[in-house]
């Protein structure tokens, strides 16, 4: 059995974006009812692509 390590939490940085009140309705609608938060569910999706343009 692993030994139990304590999750180290990422440096972060606060940045203010401006979304669409449509993709910010999405986005609520998708997480609704989740474990997610809005910024996690940004963070995934911004990762997601990143990856994506690597392939590219």
């Not at 692993?2 to 993709?23: E, G, L």
């Not at 996690?40 to 994506?52: G, Y």
């Amino acid at each position: 059995m692993a030994k139990f390590k304590i999750p180290a939490t990422p440096p972060t940085s606060n940045k203010t974006i401006r979304f669409p009140n449509d993709v910010i309705a999405e986005v609520e609608q998708a997480i609704a009812g989740k474990d997610c938060t809005f910024s996690a569910f940004v963070i995934a999706a911004v990762k997601a692509a990143l990856e994506d343009l690597k392939e590219e």
